[in-house]
């Protein structure tokens, strides 16, 4: 019987691939029984210190063996995972910290040359936490060390915990990425996530013996869910990366013999601009699998001649849905993960639909849909958001606007509220985006609406150019005007060198909206 929760996913992992290697972590190598000892070991110290079944406790770490097997133990002991943005503030932390209601806090002291204790206490701290334990790092003398915390004492009976665990009790609480505006924590179960990652780990073609190199934060919903479970799932050995270094990728990819290394688009283009055009030396990479931004032909060739990959994936999901929702499969046609994100996974139900409500032709744009067992429970203390996000029919509106094929395969065009009008016409940047992209000099483009006083709004595209090439303003404006309805091209243009992103590789376009209109009204 397939497992349809965490505590049950753990044990099986272990009896099927046993002295299989599970996690690779520097010098530390567990094997699948290792791993499960491991985070039977945290489950147990939960235990120890009075954790209930439905207890929220937190972690705030990087990508380590450790924090994977934490949250597992975490499961194990019929916890709530709280995984917490390493970016964030102790300000921030600490509201998120007293939102959930967390009990305790696994964290660190020595990422980046930053003590996030002291950030925490710098902010005040946290009413609820009752203990932290610090993973790594000097442990200041109000913590709890990591050997300390584990240190074996009385051994409580774990089957006992593991069994009161259901499929439709509560496994994370994860904090949307905010890419428009306060994160919302959404409530996700034990046996939508278990569904939803064995069926999109059979559909990408993650399988025993591949080696999967981590990059994308844990406490991200993907970087959880589509990495430490999928792993446990398929016999995938789980190698987690801290920080994306285009370096440190490219020297594990080889020592560790990687197969398997997803992420957003960004991640492949810092990695292929680092190598300086040229093929990695040695790749053992079969599988990219990709999403969070649009993938251009270009990229997947490019993925395909410079990294050697074999199979270039994308797919499509949302916090609010477990994290994904529709992808490419490993044995679809080449040139489909340049052109859609994929169909939806078996079980979820997929819409377009008009303002309406009523679906819309093939072909034609609308607001994207989902209904099915992925669907979130909820937000935490919030029903009128809940009830906004989900219909009484059980509906999620993504927010995002997408078109399908015949094929039912769906191309994301972007989000509803990214939408501007300019002179009475819908303006939908993912358009004007694709068109400014296909410019030779322009590597990555982003467009957003600025208020304007004649038109309403209009487009403010900010670009990165190709490495090693220039573009100015006005060739961007004169190629816009030349392949753009008027109403579509845009009016300011500024090259940068970076844009702003959160962990997911998603660009937070509120923060560029915001930008923009600073500069229109200057």
């Not at 207890?55 to 709530?80: E, F, K, M, Y």
Request: a negative charge; one cysteine or more.
């Amino acid at each position: 019987m397939e497992a349809s929760t965490i505590p049950e996913l753990v044990d099986a992992a272990a009896e099927r691939f046993g002295d299989l290697e599970a996690v690779v972590d520097g010098d530390l190598r567990w094997s699948f029984s290792e791993y499960r000892d491991e985070a039977h070991r945290v489950a147990e110290a939960l235990i120890r210190r009075g954790i209930q079944p439905g207890d929220r406790v937190a972690v705030w770490a990087p990508n380590s063996a450790g924090w994977a097997a934490t949250a597992l133990g975490i499961h194990c002991a019929g916890g709530v995972l709280v995984p917490l943005n390493t970016r964030l503030g102790g300000g921030d932390v600490a509201g998120l910290l007293d939102r959930t209601s967390a009990r305790l806090l696994f964290t660190v002291t020595d990422f980046r040359d930053t003590d996030y204790v002291a950030m925490l206490a710098g902010a005040g701290g946290a009413g609820t936490v009752e203990e932290t334990v610090v993973m790594s790092g000097p442990t200041p003398a109000a913590c709890t060390r990591w050997e300390a915390f584990v240190t074996e004492a009385d051994r409580p009976d774990l089957s006992e915990r593991t069994g009161l665990v259901s499929a439709d009790d509560l496994c994370h609480i994860l904090f949307t990425s905010g890419t428009t505006g306060t994160p919302k924590g959404a409530m996700l179960r034990h046996g939508a996530v278990c569904r939803s990652y064995r069926a999109w780990g059979a559909a990408v073609g993650l399988r025993e013996g591949d080696r999967y190199l981590a990059v994308s934060p844990f406490f991200h919903t993907f970087g959880l869910n589509g990495g430490i479970l999928a792993c446990l799932m398929s016999g995938t050995t789980l190698v987690p990366q801290a920080v994306f270094d285009p370096q440190v990728v490219a020297d594990r990819v080889t020592e560790e013999s990687i197969t398997v290394l997803p992420g957003p688009p960004t991640i492949y283009r810092s990695l292929m601009d680092h190598l300086g055009g040229l093929p990695l030396a040695t790749s053992t990479l079969r599988l990219a699998v990709t999403g969070a931004a649009p993938v251009s032909a270009d990229l997947v060739g490019e993925l395909h001649d410079q990294l050697g990959f074999e199979t270039v994936l994308t797919g499509y999901g949302l916090t609010e849905a477990s994290g994904v929702s529709t992808t490419c499969h490993h044995d679809d046609p080449p040139n489909l993960a340049a052109t859609s994100s994929g169909r939806a996974l078996p079980g979820i139900d997929l819409q377009v639909v008009g303002d309406d409500g009523l679906p819309m032709p093939t072909g034609e744009p609308g607001q994207v849909l989902l209904r099915g067992y992925n669907v979130m429970a909820g937000y935490l203390d919030d029903e009128s958001g809940t009830t906004e996000a989900v219909d009484t029919d059980g509906w999620l509106r993504t927010g995002d606007t997408g078109v399908l094929d015949q094929a039912g395969n769906l191309t994301v065009t972007g989000r509803s509220t990214d939408m501007y009008i300019c002179g009475g016409f819908n303006v939908y940047p993912a358009e004007v985006e694709a068109v400014l992209a296909a410019h030779p000099n322009i590597d990555q483009v982003v467009v957003v609406g600025a208020p304007d006083d004649r038109m309403g709004e209009v487009g403010m595209a900010f670009v990165i150019p190709t490495a090693g090439r220039h573009v100015g303003p006005s060739a961007v404006l004169s190629w816009a005007r030349e392949e753009l309805a008027s109403h579509m091209a845009p009016r300011h243009v500024e090259v940068v060198d970076s844009l702003p992103t959160n962990p997911g590789g998603k660009v937070l376009r509120y923060q560029l909206r915001q930008v923009a209109a600073q500069i229109t009204a200057g």
